[in-house]
Nanobody, 126 residues
Framework: QVQLVESGGGLVQAGGSLRLSCAASGRTFSTYRMGWFRHPPEKEREFVAAISSSGGRTYYADSVKGRFTISRDNAKKSVYLQMNSLEPADTAVYFC???????????????????WGQGTQVTVSS
């Protein structure tokens, strides 16, 4: 069982930055692939970024490549999302998710994640 708690959301102007954090409980955090998804207003939940259990591989949605960076600290049982050059289109509720190893799903698939946080709101004003 893994419990996830996101923090770091807020209101920021276009062009600004935010850093989201996700703190996990449970002894097996280092075995999980971790992902960030977001749910924009009136849209489906979408993939943002993911990182392998060791941190050696990262994956990004095309819309955030070059602007967002995912990282993790297994000793602190935490995963982070550094978001730079924010745009109004980035406005959404951001969710942290943990996926068991060998799920069989690609990193950008919601189905590959077993545990989800409650979400944190990010609002980017123009």
């Amino acid at each position: 069982q893994v419990q996830l708690v996101e923090s770091g959301g807020g209101l920021v102007q276009a062009g600004g930055s935010l850093r989201l954090s996700c703190a996990a409980s449970g002894r097996t955090f280092s075995t999980y692939r971790m992902g960030w998804f977001r749910h924009p207003p009136e849209k489906e939940r979408e993939f943002v970024a993911a990182i392998s259990s060791s941190g050696g591989r990262t994956y990004y949605a095309d819309s955030v490549k070059g602007r967002f960076t995912i990282s993790r600290d297994n000793a602190k049982k935490s995963v982070y999302l550094q978001m730079n050059s924010l745009e109004p289109a980035d406005t959404a509720v951001y969710f942290c998710a943990a996926g068991a190893p060998l799920s069989g799903y690609a990193a950008d698939r919601k189905e590959g994640y077993d545990y989800w946080g409650q979400g944190t709101q990010v609002t980017v004003s123009s």
